[in-house]
């Protein structure tokens, strides 16, 4: 440092990201939920080691219409937006053909919007979210997982849902999630992840590898398996003919690193893992019973 922090001036700030502090709202909101619903679980006896957590990217076509609608009789009254009473909203939607099959559903779904709107404003209206659910659920999973105390957290579409109940309940920004004893992604295979590195407290252990695995799970999983610091960063590597024969620290013949991009595959007669790599073209590739991680610094 040249001079004392005294004569150092205030840092410049960059711009506020609206997008991303919804986003972390959102995030917290979901692991509180969804904390609620696994202790609900350990109330009945039950201690749950997996979940699955559906999302939904747009609203049923009859609640799109009341969104519409909504948006439509909003007004902003004395700097808080506001919508007409429930009796008049209740004979607005009666008119309303298509709403006709839905009519005991329809206040409570209102009422819920109503609560959001002084939260969100406008916003609640939207059709969509602003950002990608799915998509930063996924980022954050390691965190969910370890938060939630779980061995393993999938997220589905909703429309991959059976159960009616969550078809029904599954709404933007509102994600379902369910707990049990036994995985969600019943194909797997079980592989040895190895490290080669001399005088390192990481050894050679067995891990799940599930069916449509992408690189950062197993990596999650190897973090958590050798508790290594969040610093630290870590690689997989496959073999590349036969792997039985465990290459050297300083020998890097043999095993070449897995893109980032990759995803694993299992078959599920025979419990073979795949890998699939978008740097080969697509082509499965064999890995066998072996993989190496590396840990560095």
Same mark, same amino acid.
């Given at each position: 440092?040249?001079?004392?922090?005294? *004569?150092?001036?205030?840092?410049?700030?960059? +711009?506020?990201?609206?997008?991303?502090?919804?986003?972390?709202?959102?995030?917290?909101?979901?692991?509180?939920?969804?904390?609620?619903?696994?202790?609900?679980?350990?109330?009945?006896?039950?201690?749950?080691?997996?979940?699955?957590? =559906?999302?939904?990217?747009?609203?049923?076509?009859?609640?799109?219409?009341?969104?519409?609608?909504?948006?439509? !009789?909003?007004? +902003?009254?004395?700097?808080?937006?506001? !919508?007409?009473?429930?009796?008049?909203?209740? +004979?607005?939607?009666?008119?309303?053909?298509?709403?006709?099959?839905?009519?005991?559903?329809?206040?409570?779904?209102?009422?819920?919007?109503?609560?959001?709107?002084?939260?969100?404003? !406008?916003?609640?209206? %939207?059709?969509?979210?602003?950002?990608?659910?799915?998509?930063?659920?996924?980022?954050?999973?390691? =965190?969910?997982?370890?938060?939630?105390?779980?061995? +393993?957290?999938?997220?589905?579409?909703?429309?991959?849902?059976?159960?009616?109940?969550?078809?029904?309940?599954?709404?933007?920004?509102?994600?379902?999630?369910?707990?049990?004893? &036994?995985?969600?992604?019943?194909?797997?295979?079980?592989?040895?992840?190895?490290?080669?590195?001399?005088?390192? #407290?990481?050894?050679?252990?067995?891990? #799940?590898? =599930?069916?449509?695995?992408?690189?950062?799970?197993?990596?999650? *999983?190897?973090?958590?398996?050798?508790?290594?610091?969040?610093?630290?960063?870590?690689?997989?590597?496959?073999?590349?003919?036969?792997?039985?024969?465990? #290459?050297?620290? %300083?020998?890097? &013949?043999?095993?070449?690193?897995?893109?980032?991009?990759?995803?694993?595959?299992?078959?599920?007669?025979?419990?073979?893992?795949?890998?699939?790599?978008? &740097?080969?073209?697509?082509?499965?590739?064999?890995?066998? &019973?072996? !993989?190496? =991680?590396?840990?560095?610094?």
């Amino acid at each position: 440092k040249k001079e004392s922090i005294m *004569r150092a001036s205030w840092p410049q700030c960059g +711009e506020v990201d609206d997008l991303l502090i919804r986003e972390a709202k959102y995030l917290t909101d979901v692991s509180q939920k969804m904390t609620e619903r696994k202790g609900k679980n350990l109330q009945q006896g039950v201690l749950p080691e997996f979940g699955v957590i =559906y999302v939904a990217k747009q609203y049923p076509k009859w609640q799109q219409t009341i969104l519409k609608t909504l948006k439509e !009789l909003c007004r +902003e009254q004395e700097g808080k937006l506001e !919508l007409p009473s429930n009796n008049e909203l209740l +004979e607005k939607f009666r008119t309303i053909e298509e709403l006709k099959p839905f009519m005991k559903k329809i206040m409570p779904f209102v009422q819920s919007l109503k609560d959001g709107l002084a939260d969100k404003g !406008l916003e609640a209206l %939207d059709l969509t979210l602003r950002f990608d659910e799915q998509a930063a659920i996924e980022r954050h999973l390691p =965190y969910l997982v370890r938060s939630l105390e779980l061995k +393993e957290l999938w997220v589905e579409s909703v429309g991959s849902a059976t159960d009616s109940k969550i078809q029904e309940e599954c709404l933007p920004g509102r994600p379902y999630s369910i707990f049990s004893t &036994t995985p969600y992604q019943t194909s797997y295979s079980v592989i040895m992840l190895v490290n080669p590195q001399k005088c390192l #407290p990481y050894f050679t252990f067995q891990s #799940p590898v =599930y069916d449509g695995d992408n690189y950062s799970k197993v990596i999650d *999983r190897v973090r958590r398996a050798n508790q290594i610091p969040a610093k630290a960063k870590v690689k997989i590597l496959r073999y590349i003919k036969d792997n039985r024969f465990i #290459p050297i620290s %300083d020998d890097s &013949t043999g095993v070449v690193e897995i893109a980032i991009r990759s995803k694993f595959s299992v078959d599920k007669d025979k419990k073979q893992l795949f890998l699939i790599e978008s &740097t080969d073209g697509n082509q499965p590739i064999p890995v066998g &019973t072996h !993989l190496q =991680y590396i840990v560095t610094a």
